[in-house]
């Protein structure tokens, strides 16, 4: 039987998602203890890589197992997440087809960053403080370019193993929220380190270092060194992964959380 858990995590500790040698991943420590639990082995498959630092507020995986009849599903997560360090937690856990994919399947996703504006102690391991506020309405003209379907070779890691770096964007820009700001942004696929390159140049927008026009010459020119650098880590969040509806039913999934909503 195949399932997906939907799961949230504090990254800071952790070198990303996908299983590395010599480092600690949260991938890593979702299979040791899901094959503790299970008492057979387990290996998780996410719907994508998160960076070292970066968090999740809505992760999905799926993993394939035999559960014996005396185990139901929300035992089996009270268990696992008794099992998992406590910057991990399950949230969700629910069958699915066995050729549901946590990565292939997914329609869409959105991350957040989150930037500070007064100082804040417990703040520090999820944003980036900023002493002065950026131009809003600049960092909006630009970050309305990405809007579409592009080629973001000027936004990603250098040495990537993607064959292509065409991306779909639906949704970017700046939004105020309480002390700060959040970008927001959602594609149907990112290509490695592109969303901190965004918002590290977008702040060099936001600073007065480049215009908008100057922005998008850096997005056309396909040219990584043109770029600013990457935004820091900590204020990361992978918050939402979207499925069809016949894969994530809304009647196994809490009520009134917005991010587990279908397409």
């Known amino acids: 039987m195949r399932y997906f858990l939907h799961l ?7 070198h990303g998602w996908q299983i590395q ?11 040791r203890c899901l094959s503790q639990v299970l008492r057979q082995p387990v290996y998780c498959l ?11 507020s809505h992760q999905v995986a799926h993993f394939d197992a035999d559960l014996p009849d005396t185990l139901d599903l929300p035992t089996l997560l009270y268990r696992l997440n008794r ?42 391991r999820f944003s980036l403080y900023l002493d002065r506020a950026p131009d809003l309405a600049a ?12 080629d973001f070779t000027s936004f990603s890691k250098v040495k990537g193993a993607e064959k292509h770096y065409n991306c779909t964007c639906f949704e970017a820009g700046w939004h105020e929220e309480p002390g700060g700001l959040v970008f927001r942004i959602r594609a149907n696929r990112f290509v490695r380190g592109m969303v901190r390159l965004v918002v590290g140049t977008l702040l ?15 997005f056309r020119s396909l040219s990584r060194v043109h770029a600013s650098g990457a935004a820091l880590a900590g204020g990361l969040f992978l918050c939402r992964v979207e499925y069809p509806a016949e894969l994530v039913d809304a009647a196994v999934l809490p009520a009134g959380v917005p991010y587990f909503k279908g397409v």
């Open 204 to 218: 060099s927008v936001g600073r007065g270092k480049l215009s908008p026009a100057q922005f998008g010459e850096i």
């Open 83 to 124: 099992a998992l360090p406590t910057g991990i937690r399950g949230q969700v856990l629910h069958p699915v087809p066995a050729n549901a994919h946590a990565r292939f399947a997914a329609r869409a996703r959105t991350y957040e960053y989150h930037v500070r504006l007064l100082p804040d102690p417990f703040a520090t």
């Open 46 to 56: 996410g719907s994508g890589r998160t960076d070292s630092g970066v968090h999740a």
């Open 21 to 31: 040698p010599r480092v600690t991943t949260v991938q890593q420590e979702l299979d």
């Open 139 to 150: 960092m909006n003209e630009a970050a309305a370019l990405l809007v579409g379907t592009h």
């Open 8 to 14: 949230a995590y504090d990254g800071t500790e952790y």
